[in-house]
T-cell receptor, first 111, second 115 residues
Framework: QKEVEQDPGPLSVPEGAIVSLNCTYS??????FMWYRQYSRKGPELLMY????GNKEDGRFTAQVDKSSKYISLFIRDSQPSDSATYLC???????????FGKGITLSVRP | SAVISQKPSRDICQRGTSLTIQCQVD?????MFWYRQQPGQSLTLIAT?????????ESGFVIDKFPISRPNLTFSTLTVSNMSPEDSSIYLC????????????FGPGTRLTVL
């Protein structure tokens, strides 16, 4: 079993839809959870950074962490064509630690 | 926010040759990392670039193949040595410790094709 599993894609939604992206993990030592957005031919851009369980909201984006279920989610409200990108979940056991990534899911938002 | 740059942005190389990739940050950072992103695969850590000492390599990666330097707190290089087509990938540097935070930020990547 891989340490981090991410829902396979690709995912295509109409503009304005609510998007739910999910990852599961097996290592209970993970404490920090991140979502990165990567546009084609660009480096990953940090979207959300959370510590331990709970929700964090930033504009149209909400990150949710459930450590008891080893499950994290990213919700995108009122999705826009500019949200079309690959979304990567990542996690680490602490500061100064390597990130372990999911494979990423490609999202396409249709106008 | 800090600017992270990588050179070159892309290259096409012949097998058996070596390529050195540079990563430059415009602020001092505590940690610098090198990752590889292969098609259909997760981003994978190659090594942690330690300032003033030898890099720390992940399982499956060795210094002879991927020598790394980090002469100061804003700069690091990764060399891909004796390249083969299997080394074709995107190589990314990341940094941690900007403004005292624990988040990792990535450079734009270097797209390498080995013929």
């Amino acid at each position: 079993q891989k340490e981090v599993e991410q829902d396979p894609g690709p995912l295509s939604v109409p503009e304005g839809a609510i998007v739910s992206l999910n990852c599961t993990y097996s290592n209970s030592a993970f404490q920090y959870f991140m979502w990165y957005r990567q546009y084609s031919r660009k480096g990953p851009e940090l979207l959300m950074y959370t510590y331990s369980s709970g929700n964090k909201e930033d504009g149209r984006f909400t990150a949710q962490v459930d450590k008891s279920s080893k499950y994290i989610s990213l919700f995108i409200r009122d999705s826009q064509p500019s949200d079309s990108a690959t979304y990567l979940c990542a996690m680490s056991t602490g500061a100064n630690s390597k990130l372990t990534f999911g494979k990423g899911i490609t999202l396409s938002v249709r106008p | 926010s800090a600017v992270i740059s990588q050179k070159p942005s892309r290259d096409i190389c012949q097998r058996g040759t070596s390529l050195t990739i540079q990563c430059q940050v415009d602020s001092q950072v505590t940690m610098m990392f090198w990752y590889r992103q292969q098609p259909g695969q997760s981003l994978t850590l190659i090594a942690t670039a330690n300032q003033g000492s030898e890099a720390t390599y992940e399982s499956g990666f060795v210094i002879d193949k991927f020598p790394i330097s980090r002469p100061n707190l804003t700069f690091s290089t990764l060399t891909v040595s004796n390249m083969s087509p299997e080394d074709s990938s995107i190589y990314l540097c990341s940094v941690e410790g900007l403004a005292g935070g624990n988040e990792q930020f990535f450079g734009p990547g270097t797209r390498l094709t080995v013929l």
